[in-house]
């Protein structure tokens, strides 16, 4: 009953030292698995930047990624202020303006408006934290068919998963993204009703070329002839944005200069600012990289320091145990060494007994550990956070598909799984057997040097 | 002639209790031939023990010779005389001190363990010693599972294990009802007349003592009284139990009733 208490009490501390290595490597994992996340989403979003550096972007108030979203149960300084903003437009005849400006290629118009209902939306993030935010439940997005744009600018989704897409002229049809689907209720060729008015689904689209859903917010876009999107939301000839295109990148400045100043309604963005975003973006995930990195030394400082005391622990265990066992079997001490038992028999005997306690001990340690080392390691190792200390408000566009949402999308990607390996488990065994040995050093050295004449009268 | 086991000369022993040295043993003389079987007997505190402990080699004595087998063993240090204790002595206990968890044939074996006997021969040789003291079939209980009795002779098969030059038994009898007793004292005699096995046993019991050959009375830590005993054992036609007269091949004493 004794032995059993002492090997789950030793095999907690080996469970201990076998949770700690995984839980290091689990972290080293994670912030490897960070960096490479990173990585390739800045090289991503420099890319598009790139491609996209003739286009100025003129948006109305209002209209953002995640205009009217609002935050609950988000970490302290999330990227996102929440506030609610007024929806405002400009007339197209300000887009025939901007298109008679000199250097300027094409003006593409665009109207975005949110439904007044909204839904609430959980999304996981990292470690098992969940965020509940309130959003429209859809948003519709009129776009000008015209074949020139849909070739040249990429105005419309790409990933087609049923019918068609929206085609030059198309009116009167609807392309929904697949997660309205299940809303409205509706497939492709049938009716939906979007702001009182009838309109046939032609296709659905998801989202493409995005990696996993974790830290996403679900788009809920329907896209839709411009006109008819005017129509169902009671704007006649007001737009929401414009996709200004430069002939030449060297003629984005001006151009913009001209635009700001003439339309002080609209908010201009420039790859130049798209640019400054990144930068702004680079320094906070390097940020929180480095906090990531210095969680992992730090990490291995704390590990080293538990694995000592865990290492500590099992001796003075073993030690007192035997202690305890020499003690207690004096007598019987006294009797091996009259019917001729050597010290050195004697010895080797309690030697064994204290390293087969904590061989035994460290199979169950092992069996603790192997269930319990994500537990464990989370309560004895620092975590990687990953949050950045700051947040920046300001996500543009451009950022859309790269990025999503920030933090969430680019750092918290992989979860954190902690396994022992074999490599550790055969190490800890043999831990386990070499502290054993240490441990019972001394109380087996006492044994043998026990007397027997008063070993014998001992009871 | 018989030959000497075991001779002490002016063997003493004194305990050092604070600052009073209390004598346990004080120029104690004896002689144990080869194949006698001698009881050992006085009143608490005349030292019995302590002599057993000393003619054991658990404890050594403060001054004179102990010759084992024509070796004094009086001064020889602790890595010799751990071979003796293995290999001349066998002890048997008045709390019979067999190791719970092992099994009787593993007790037996014990004392054999750093000998040069492979270890089937061991438990070969295990085995038959159970067989000689009664055990057979018994072989694997453990100690628990045994009475008392069958623990001792256990116990008396352990120290056989090496074939010792003689056995040193403390109050073999001590923890033992009265019908076991004699059981026990019995199995002593048939060694000692069937095996020529030389036995000292220490006991306060007289009745246990007047079944063996000799008996020594101690006192103060000295031999004050020698007499013999019934010496039964040697003619095998006394009843041990009662003293009547039995022939040869009775199986109850036609007196007492008792098996002999």
Same mark, same amino acid.
């Given at each position: ?64 990624? &995640? ?327 300001? &996500? ?8 999503? &949402? ?54 | ?32 031939? =080869? ?12 030292? =019995? ?26 001064? /020889? ?32 074996? /014990? ?107 101690? =006192?103060?830590?000295?031999?004050? =009284? ?35």
């Amino acid at each position: 009953m004794r032995a059993i208490l002492v090997i789950i009490a030793l095999g907690f501390v080996m469970a201990i030292m076998i949770s700690i290595p995984a839980g290091i490597i689990a972290n080293q994992e994670a912030a490897q698995a960070m960096t490479t996340n990173f990585n390739s989403t800045m090289t991503t979003m420099q890319e598009q930047i790139n491609t996209t550096a003739t286009l100025i972007e003129c948006q109305t108030s209002g209209q953002g990624m &995640f205009s009217g979203g609002n935050f609950s149960g988000g970490p302290g300084g999330f990227p996102f202020g929440g506030l609610q903003q007024q929806q405002t437009y400009v007339e197209e005849s300000v887009a025939d303006a901007i298109r008679s400006i000199g250097g300027v290629k094409d003006v593409v118009e665009f109207l975005t408006v949110s439904s007044s209902e909204t839904t609430s939306e959980t999304i996981n993030g990292p470690g098992g934290r969940t965020f509940t935010i309130s959003r429209p439940v859809y948003t519709i997005t009129g776009v000008t068919l015209n074949s020139s744009f849909i070739d040249d600018y990429s105005i419309l989704p790409t990933n087609i998963t049923a019918g068609r897409n929206l085609r030059p002229d198309d009116s009167g049809v609807v392309l929904l993204n697949s997660n309205l689907t299940a809303y409205f209720g509706v497939g492709v060729g049938d009716k939906v009703g979007i702001y009182g008015e009838s309109f046939t689904v032609v296709g659905v689209y998801d989202e493409a070329g995005q990696g996993g859903s974790q830290g996403r917010f679900e788009a809920r876009s329907a896209y839709m002839n411009i006109t008819d999107a005017q129509t169902a939301a009671g704007v006649t000839g007001n737009v929401s944005r414009l996709d200004v295109y430069a002939e030449d990148v060297s003629d984005v400045d001006s151009i913009a200069e001209v635009i700001s100043v003439a339309y002080t309604s609209l908010q201009v963005t420039t790859y130049k600012d798209r640019l400054s975003q990144l930068d702004n973006m680079q320094t906070m995930y390097t940020q929180t990289l480095t906090s990531a990195q210095a969680t992992v030394s730090n990490t291995e400082t704390v590990a080293t320091q538990e694995i000592m005391i865990a290492v500590g622990a099992t001796s003075l265990i073993v030690l007192f145990v035997m202690l305890y066992t020499v003690r207690e079997r004096t007598k019987e001490i006294g009797t091996l060494k009259a019917i001729g038992f050597s010290n050195w028999n004697v010895m080797s005997q309690f030697m064994l007994e204290g390293m087969l306690l904590s061989l035994v001990a460290g199979v169950v340690g092992i069996a603790i550990g192997t269930v319990g080392a994500p537990l464990l390691s989370g309560i004895l190792l620092p975590q990687i956070s990953p949050f950045g200390s700051s947040g920046n408000s300001q &996500f543009s566009r451009g950022f859309e598909n790269a990025g999503n &949402f920030g933090n969430f999308g680019i750092l918290g990607a992989s979860t954190v799984t902690v396994t022992p390996s074999l490599q550790t488990m055969l190490i800890a065994i043999g831990a386990a057997v070499l502290l054993g040995a240490l441990g019972s050093l001394y109380p087996a050295w006492r044994a043998s040097r026990t007397r027997p004449a008063e070993a014998m009268r001992y009871e | 002639m018989s030959e000497i086991v075991l001779r002490t000369e002016k063997l003493s022993k004194i305990y050092t209790m604070g600052k009073r040295d209390v004598k346990a043993l004080s120029n104690l003389n004896l002689q144990v031939n =080869k194949g006698e079987y001698v009881a050992i007997m006085g009143p608490s505190g005349s030292g =019995k023990t302590t002599l057993l402990n000393v003619l054991g080699c658990l404890d050594k004595p403060t001054s004179g010779k102990m010759i084992l087998n024509d070796v004094d063993v009086a001064n /020889l240090p602790e890595k010799e005389l751990y071979k003796i204790r293995r290999n001349k002595i066998g002890f048997v206990f008045q709390t019979f001190n067999l190791l719970p968890y092992l099994n009787a044939v593993e007790n037996v074996e /014990l004392p054999m363990e750093g000998t040069k006997r492979p270890k089937g021969e061991r438990r070969e040789r295990a085995r038959k010693l159970l067989e000689l003291v009664g055990l057979s079939g018994r072989e694997e209980h453990r100690p628990q599972r045994l009475s008392a009795g069958e623990q001792q002779r256990v116990a008396i098969a352990r120290a056989l294990a090496n074939d010792p030059a003689i056995i040193l038994a403390d109050e073999p009898t001590g923890n033992l009802d009265t019908q076991t007793k004699y059981e026990i004292v019995k199995l002593l005699a048939n060694l000692n007349i069937d095996r020529g096995t030389t036995v000292v046993m220490v006991t306060h019991d007289s009745q246990i003592a007047s079944h063996t050959e000799r008996m020594l009375l101690l =006192k103060d830590g000295t031999i004050i =009284k020698e007499k013999q005993g019934l010496h039964l054992a040697k003619k095998k036609l006394v009843c041990p139990y009662c003293g009547s007269k039995i022939q040869p091949n009775d199986e109850r004493c036609p007196s007492c009733r008792k098996r002999l």
